[in-house]
């Protein structure tokens, strides 16, 4: 299969599970080919094995300045518009896709698909459902042809529908295949209109042999070593970490707390370091390399995720950096939120809290700096849990399954729709509603 990709930046180290997901269709054997949102990033590339993607690596985004942005298009335009007359004069419609044709972005994702002169897809795969909205345009304007998948992991499903109910509505009626990361976020895309059974609960999976496990260890006098892995935004919840590791620490548990990450609260963050008088056991680390991240993890004795929803609706999906933590076979402490008791077991394989209840998760840190005895079975639960529902082999078999059963269901149907009138797609069950289904690895 030839199979696209629409993304934000690409990589980004918040993110790799976008990357992860991408590289096992890859390793299954297919085409590939990455389109880009936003400017790139600098410095990504260590943070994911993603260097043989490169090459398959494009930015449909423009320029910033208009100006420059203007004159980009107009070469585009000249080079290149030519190939494509119906597709430049749709991309121009400002009556249909308003923002995007004034702002030329339209134009020039369209020209640039042109001109690289790889336009027809099988799958056209968006990561997040605004790129999906991105994706939806460029095929009515005919710039790019396929059946539309879109994955929702987050924000996307909960502060985005929050904001707008009905951001989405067209994207669910058009698009084939919609994959939420979690039972939670497909109930939320229900919520919003979306037909159930175009739904598909895929998890995003991790690479687990890449994960060296062992059991964590603490010896004699060492304190335990505790960290948080994460942007430093609201819904990670650091905050009520830094309140549970101040109690703990007036408690005389020697401890010490590794945050890694960066983002718009980290200036807060650092002033609670001081407020709460913590800074001798409190470390704040800048973004580190997906290699550093793993090796924080395997020096730790806890991994700590006291995820919470946000005041605008924000919400996690299945945060990757728990997974890989249970992988390496770390005990977890987090919160009952989202998707994350469909990934952690409550006493199994680590221990979940209401979100924002600071005395509960100063309550379970200090039982498990109390009883290390436990933290093998704990380790060892994890580390099975994440290989048994979790691992990207067998969910990248699954998604492939479900883009073959898609192609052979939606093709030429999808196609038709998005340039003539639109159309209803259903699951081949006679139109009526079914179940919300997965795939055979979640």
Partial sequence: MKVAYI?????????????????????????????????????????VEIDRLARRTHSICPPRNYVIRLFKVLGLLVMYGWRAPRVVARALNVI??????????LLH????LVRIGERKYDIIHSQFGPFGLYALRLLEIGAIEGVLVTSFR???????????????????????????????????????????????????????????????????????????IGRLV?????????????????????VVYNIVGDGP??????????????????????????????AMMEAS??????????????????????KEAMAVGLPVVSTKHAGIPELVVDGESGFLVPERSVDDLAERITYL????????????????????????????????????????????????????????LNSGNGGSPRPIQRGHGN
């Fill in 7 to 47: 993304v934000g930046s690409f990589p980004a180290p918040s993110q790799t599970f976008v990357a992860n997901q991408i590289l096992g269709v890859e390793k299954c054997g297919h085409d590939v080919t990455i389109y880009t949102t936003d400017h790139p990033k600098n410095n990504m590339s260590a943070l």
């Fill in 96 to 105: 249909k896709h308003g923002r995007l044709a004034v702002s030329l972005w």
């Fill in 109 to 112: 994702a369209a020209l640039t």
């Fill in 154 to 228: 987050g924000y996307d499903a909960t502060q985005n529908l929050r904001a707008d109910p009905r951001r989405y509505a067209e994207l669910f009626r058009m698009g084939q295949l919609f994959l939420p990361v979690s039972d939670s976020l497909a109930r939320k895309l229900v919520e919003a209109g979306c037909d159930p059974s175009k739904i598909r609960v895929l998890h995003s999976g991790i690479e687990c042999a890449k994960f060296k496990y062992s059991e964590p260890r603490r010896s004699e006098g060492q304190p335990t070593r505790i960290v948080t």
């Fill in 234 to 254: 609201e819904k990670k919840g650091v905050k009520y970490a830094l309140e549970a590791v101040a109690q703990i620490i007036a408690a005389r548990r020697t």
């Fill in 265 to 294: 609260y980290r200036s807060e963050i650092e002033h609670l370091i001081e407020q709460f008088g913590i800074s001798a056991h409190v470390r704040l680390h800048d973004w580190m390399s997906h290699r550093e991240i793993v």
């Fill in 301 to 322: 004795h806890i991994l700590l995720a006291p995820s919470v929803t946000a005041g605008d609706g924000d919400e996690e999906g299945i945060p990757n950096v728990i």
């Fill in 369 to 424: 700096c109390d009883h290390p005895e436990i933290w093998p079975q704990l380790s060892r639960a994890a580390r099975r849990r994440v290989e048994a529902e979790f691992d990207i082999g067998r969910l990248s078999v699954d998604l492939v399954g479900l883009y073959e059963d898609l192609i052979g269901q939606h093709g030429e149907q999808a196609l038709k729709g998005y340039h003539g009138s639109p159309v209803e």
